[in-house]
């Protein structure tokens, strides 16, 4: 199938599965991962109704930046390093991958000297993988209270989750409930900077459990661009 068809197979998907969750629940936004693909590659991605563009590593969103001419939002989804973070800080939309104190401290100064307030996600790792990122369920609040308390340049959007790799999506739905039963509880703390709106969970392997468990945003590659050459 062309990338356009997979683009509209993808959203038909998603739509059977918000169904599922909830008949009068809202739009899930998809993200197209565009890494290691190619600046037109992601034009023809824009071309086919992707509005949001997710990178997993700065130099590559930088590269690609200003050869993507077609207007888009750019989400840093991958592991943000310190000192990468005003690079981008004027750049993407939203940042996915917040999972300590320090780097929001890096990115709310950045964003205070770019006189910009920066939409971030915190990352989950309900797994406990040592292989990902992303700070522990339960200590997930206290990191966002300290945020809001000490980072008057950072609104909160809500969660980020990666499930551990599974042949079967199945094997994983537990952790997706988890992390949404998290985001609810969330929902009762108010904030002038905190905004739960977003809980981005589920890639092109595990999508529609996420989205059956209560994701609204979903990252998505392989399935739309075909498998990576990484020669």
């Not at 890494?35 to 992601?42: L, M, Q, V």
């Not at 969330?186 to 209560?214: K, W, Y």
Request: aromatic share 4%.
């Amino acid at each position: 199938m062309s990338m356009k068809e997979n683009i509209e197979e993808i959203r038909r998907q998603i739509g059977h599965h918000a169904e599922k969750a909830d008949p009068s629940g809202g739009d899930v936004l998809l993200i197209a991962v565009t890494k290691t693909r190619t600046p037109e590659e992601i034009e023809e991605a824009i071309a086919s109704g992707i509005t949001d563009i997710g990178e997993n590593k700065v130099q590559e969103l930088l590269d690609k930046y200003d050869q993507v001419a077609s207007p888009v939002r750019w989400h840093m989804i991958g592991h943000l390093q310190r000192n990468k973070v005003r690079q981008i800080i004027d750049k993407v939309y939203m940042i996915h991958s917040v999972d300590s104190f320090r780097l929001a401290q890096e990115i709310d100064k950045r964003a205070g000297a770019a006189g910009l307030t920066a939409r971030i996600l915190i990352q989950v790792n309900a797994a406990g993988e040592q292989s990902k990122f992303g700070v522990a369920p339960e200590e997930a609040q206290a990191l966002i209270e300290r945020i809001l308390d000490e980072c008057e340049h950072i609104s909160i959007r809500g969660l980020m989750h990666m499930a551990p790799l599974a042949d079967d999506p199945e094997e994983v739905r537990h952790y997706f409930t988890e992390v949404r039963q998290l985001y609810d509880r969330l929902g009762a703390l108010r904030h002038p900077r905190l905004d739960l709106s977003v809980l981005s969970m589920g890639m092109s392997g595990d999508f529609g459990v996420a989205i059956e468990e209560g994701a609204n945003a979903v990252r998505i590659g392989t399935s739309i661009f075909g498998g990576r050459d990484y020669q």
